[in-house]
């Protein structure tokens, strides 16, 4: 398994996410995730090696922890890996998404207006589930590397799509213009690759401006993919 490969699809799976409780027009508050990196191919990769790779790689709970804090254009997310923690920011003012580990003084950066996976289409599906005691529709994005069901309920978490407007990155605001909310569930499949994030508990409260302030770092360093 390709380590580094594995984590930068984490990186970029997790960006597409959110869910959350309408506070006035927006969502203003905080979500907990629980991001899985399941068995791609079980025929060819013996479940019990993949389960250890995973152990090595996200600790014995064998899954991701992700926060997300939301306030109107902005969010940040803190993502636990084994026992390390690392931190992702997005500026609106430059459309940068900073991301960087706990006391590090880099960070690289991700324009949000460029995403080498072209977008193609959004499907209706017909695939439906209860999270949350909330009754979620599904639909699907299609794109050049592959598809991803998302599961929301538009009476729920909404969002303005129009703050971010020019976020290709993620196809975030593809989605958001679709939905009009966030959603509560994101499955990914690709190539040697299967990833399923879902909510667990979530809070909508008001948010101190500072925390979404990003830290002054010695070094940046353009993400070479984007």
């Not at 306030?71 to 940068?96: H, V």
């Not at 996976?117 to 209860?130: G, L, P, R, V, Y």
């Not at 959603?183 to 190539?191: A, C, I, T």
């Not at 508990?201 to 008001?206: I, V």
Request: net charge positive.
């Amino acid at each position: 398994m390709n380590i580094l490969k594995f984590k930068k699809q984490l990186v970029a799976f997790s960006l597409i996410l959110t869910c959350s409780l309408s506070f006035g027009q927006n969502f203003e508050g905080w979500i907990h995730y629980k991001l899985e990196a399941l068995n791609p191919n079980p025929e060819m990769i013996p479940d019990s090696t993949w389960q250890q790779g995973i152990r090595q790689q996200f600790g014995e709970k064998g899954y991701i922890v992700q926060k997300y804090f939301y306030k109107k254009d902005r969010y940040l997310s803190q993502m636990e890996i084994g026992t390390q923690k690392g931190f992702q920011a997005f500026n609106p003012k430059d459309k940068l998404l900073y991301s960087w580990e706990m006391n590090s003084d880099t960070a690289v950066t991700i324009d949000s207006r460029i995403y080498i996976d072209t977008f193609k289409e959004i499907i209706e599906s017909d695939k439906t589930a209860t999270i949350l005691g909330i009754p979620c529709k599904s639909i699907i994005v299609k794109s050049t590397m592959g598809e991803m069901t998302l599961w929301y309920n538009s009476d729920y978490f909404k969002m303005d799509a129009t703050l971010f407007k020019g976020h290709k990155y993620g196809h975030w605001y593809e989605i958001l213009k679709k939905i009009g909310c966030l959603p509560l569930k994101m499955e990914q499949k690709g190539f040697m690759s299967h990833t399923v994030q879902t909510i667990m508990e979530y809070k909508a409260e008001p948010l101190d401006d500072t925390l979404f302030a990003i830290p002054k770092f010695k070094e940046l360093i353009k993400n070479p993919v984007n």
